[in-house]
């Protein structure tokens, strides 16, 4: 993703201690079996604040990430996304605390003054060399940008945007995804930086653009005036972007965050999140 300098559920842990942690050392290079784990209890856990889960995230905290400036509030896709992370884990809710971290502060090498970081970080090789990402929580969506009152700004379809100038960004995941999902009749208009389809939009010179949906919030709200999120739509091909928690290098946390996010996804909970507030009440219906 590229992000710009800016841009409820709790689930309830088994009483019973689960496997997740590495507790044995007696084969350095072989895998960590269930039998050599530690429970990922909440009592058990090394944290950076005994007895608190310490969140970080960047502040101002925009929406529809958070609502209100305010990650306590438990509104918006990531506060919510991180107390039902919290839930899963033995939190309570006045068991977790907010820490503010600049964006790129959270992913740099080094110790952490967070147990872990939500703020829409994507999960990159580069990234992962100098801490570590829990599994993804959320995989990144295409989005198609108009103007408002265009004849693409009240497009409910795929199938609607066959006819339509779309512009894309060069060597981004919006121009996979054009030509194999939205699939126009003729081939989207290739731009060398994001600022020039952002150009060519206002100008008249496309119709619409494509770009990540997180771009998409940051092109509406400070980029182009009276433009809106016609939809989103999940790309194909090439592996999808996602962000992850971030932790620091070697955390101890990593496997219980891991084990919470996978249950929150097989429960559906993730996905109600993020129907809650990324889909139609932030103003971007799945287009389909």
């Known amino acids: 993703m590229v992000r710009p300098s800016m841009l409820l559920a709790l689930g309830a842990l088994a009483t019973a201690a689960v496997a997740c942690a590495p507790a044995d050392n007696t084969a350095s290079t072989a895998a960590p079996t269930a039998a050599a784990s530690t429970a990922c209890t909440k009592d058990q856990l090394?944290?950076?604040?005994?007895?608190?889960?310490?969140?970080?995230?960047?502040?101002?905290?925009?929406?529809?990430?958070?609502?209100?400036?305010?990650?306590?509030?438990?509104?918006?896709?990531?506060?919510?996304?991180?107390?039902?992370?919290?839930?899963?884990?033995?939190?309570?809710?006045?068991?977790?605390?907010?820490?503010?971290?600049?964006?790129?502060?959270?992913?740099?090498?080094?110790?952490?003054?967070?147990?872990?970081?939500?703020?829409?970080?994507?999960?990159?090789?580069?990234?992962?060399?100098?801490?570590?990402?829990?599994?993804?929580?959320?995989?990144?969506?295409?989005?198609?940008?108009?103007?408002?009152?265009?004849?693409?700004?009240?497009?409910?379809?795929?199938?609607?945007?066959?006819?339509?100038?779309?512009?894309?960004?060069?060597?981004?995941?919006?121009?996979?995804a054009v030509q194999q999902v939205v699939r126009p009749s003729s081939l989207p208009k290739v731009y060398n930086e994001q600022i020039d389809a952002v150009n060519a939009l206002k100008n008249g010179q496309v119709d619409a653009l494509v770009v990540d949906l997180p771009t998409a919030f940051y092109v509406t709200a400070a980029q182009v005036d009276n433009s809106a999120i016609v939809g989103q739509f999940s790309a194909t091909g090439a592996e999808p972007e996602e962000f992850g928690l971030v932790m620091e290098k070697g955390s101890p946390l990593k496997s219980c965050v891991d084990k919470a996010i996978e249950a929150l996804k097989s429960k559906g909970e993730l996905a109600k999140i993020e129907q809650q507030w990324l889909g139609e009440a932030a103003g971007a219906p799945e287009l389909k």
């Open 46 to 176: 090394k944290l950076i604040n005994a007895g608190k889960l310490t969140i970080g995230t960047d502040k101002p905290a925009y929406e529809p990430w958070f609502k209100g400036d305010d990650p306590a509030n438990g509104q918006g896709f990531e506060s919510a996304v991180a107390y039902a992370v919290a839930g899963e884990m033995g939190f309570d809710r006045d068991e977790v605390q907010w820490s503010t971290i600049k964006f790129d502060t959270a992913f740099a090498p080094g110790a952490k003054k967070f147990d872990f970081d939500i703020n829409q970080v994507s999960i990159t090789p580069q990234r992962a060399g100098a801490v570590d990402f829990s599994k993804g929580y959320y995989t990144v969506k295409q989005a198609v940008v108009a103007l408002k009152g265009s004849k693409v700004a009240g497009a409910t379809t795929l199938d609607a945007l066959k006819d339509v100038k779309i512009g894309v960004q060069v060597g981004t995941t919006a121009f996979s």
